[in-house]
């Protein structure tokens, strides 16, 4: 059984920066692509990026238009670990952050539709000044 935690979150200024980790533990996480989603208060819970395992030479990374340019996905194998760095934070970044596992390749489809099995317990990031 894969187990996620998110760490990371926090309050920031708009502008700033956060860097949310994703340790996975229980199993091998390798070949299991790593999503992120954000849910904010009211709204529907929205996957924002992923990146594939090692099956994927390609090391394929998925970023939606709200993120792009200013978030960005990673991973450590030795770690265990995936890693979204979060740059130029805005207001409508606030909500409750979460990663989640699934043994496919990283696509838009599993993001949009959040077709993932394992889940973290969520880490809240608020932008406020």
């Known amino acids: 059984q894969l187990m996620l935690v998110e760490t990371g979150g926090g309050l920031v200024q708009p502008g700033g920066s956060l860097r949310l980790s994703c340790k996975a533990s229980?199993?091998?996480?390798?070949?299991?692509?790593i999503g992120w989603f954000r849910q904010a208060p009211g709204k529907e819970r929205e996957g924002i990026s992923c990146i594939s395992g090692a099956d994927d030479r390609d090391g394929k990374t998925i970023y939606v238009d709200s993120v792009k340019g200013r978030f960005t996905i990673s991973r450590d194998k030795a770690a265990n670990t995936a890693y979204l760095q979060m740059d130029n934070l805005k207001p409508e970044d606030t909500a409750v952050y979460y990663c989640a596992a699934v043994l496919a390749f990283c696509s838009a489809d599993n993001l949009r539709y959040l077709r993932y099995d394992y889940w973290g317990q969520g880490t809240q990031v608020s932008v406020s000044s």
């Open positions: 229980g199993a091998p996480s390798d070949y299991y692509a």
